[in-house]
C-alpha cells in the first residue's frame, strides 16, 4: 500500500493541496497543530507530514524532539506561504521544497 503525504497547515494553504488530491488538515494554532500531528502519528500508513514552518516554530521544544527523533513518518517545516505568496515567491525556495518532499517520500512532485 503507498504512503500517504498529509499537509498541516491553515486552511489558506490547504484548499490548493486538497485540489491536487493531497490530504489536509486545516488548524488555527500551533497547539491544535500539535494535537492532529499526535493522532496522524499512530496512523502506518503515513510517510510524510508537511507542516507550515510558521506552526512548526512554535511548537514545544519537547514535541520537536520527539518529531526529529521519528523515522516514519518524515516530519518536514515548509514554507507554504512564502512559495504560495507570489510577491516572495522564488524558483530556489520552490525547487528546494521540491527536493525535500523527493528525498523524504521519493515521490516527485511540481509545485510551481
Do not use: C, W
Amino acid at each position: 500500500m503507498p504512503e500517504r503525504i498529509i499537509i498541516v497547515a491553515g486552511a489558506d494553504i490547504n484548499l490548493g493541496f486538497q485540489l491536487a488530491g493531497i490530504v489536509t488538515y486545516s488548524v488555527v494554532d500551533s497547539i491544535s497543530a500539535q494535537k492532529k500531528i499526535d493522532t496522524l502519528l499512530k496512523e502506518s500508513d503515513i510517510g510524510l507530514i508537511a507542516i507550515a514552518d510558521y506552526l512548526y516554530s512554535e511548537f514545544d521544544v519537547t514535541f520537536k524532539k520527539k518529531l526529529e527523533t521519528l523515522n516514519k513518518p518524515v516530519i518536514v517545516s515548509t514554507p507554504f506561504k512564502a512559495i504560495l505568496d507570489n510577491r516572495k515567491r522564488s524558483q530556489a525556495t520552490i525547487k528546494y521544497v521540491e527536493n525535500i518532499i523527493v528525498q523524504s517520500s521519493g515521490i516527485h512532485i511540481q509545485l510551481g
